[in-house]
């Protein structure tokens, strides 16, 4: 069984700043991509960023220059910095990874959500 567990979310001023944290645990042998997406209410879920083990990034371009997508390939982990927020960045978070588990089977696995809400 694989868990994504993510942290960092809260409420921020707009043109403040959050770090978004997803560790993975459990029987993993690789996970390859890691990424991010978000859903507003109302909109369907979207991309954000995502990151490939050997570290090459994807961003949506409502991000590109704002958010930063990094990872720590030893210990499963994903990051999320966002900086300069805008109240259109409200929405819940959530942690995405493809996962090739201890049997070398394949699967999707997403993580519970964070909420981001960005307002004065």
């Known amino acids: 069984q694989v868990q994504l567990v993510e942290s960092g979310g809260g409420l921020v001023q707009p043109g403040g700043s959050l770090r978004l944290s997803c560790a993975a645990s459990?029987?993993?042998?690789?996970?390859?991509?890691m990424g991010w997406y978000r859903q507003a209410p109302g909109k369907q879920r979207e991309l954000v960023a995502t990151?490939?083990?050997?570290?090459?990034?994807n961003y949506a371009d409502s991000v590109k220059g704002r958010f930063s997508i990094s990872r720590d390939n030893a210990k499963n982990t994903v990051f999320l910095q966002m900086n300069s927020l805008k109240p259109e960045d409200t929405a819940v978070y959530y942690c995405?990874?493809?996962?090739?588990?201890?049997?070398?089977?394949?699967?999707?696995?997403w993580g519970q959500g964070t909420q981001v809400t960005v307002s004065s």
């Open positions: 995405h990874g493809v996962v090739l588990d201890l049997a070398r089977r394949s699967d999707i696995y």
């Open positions: 990151i490939t083990s050997g570290g090459s990034t």
């Open positions: 459990g029987s993993i042998f690789r996970i390859n991509p």
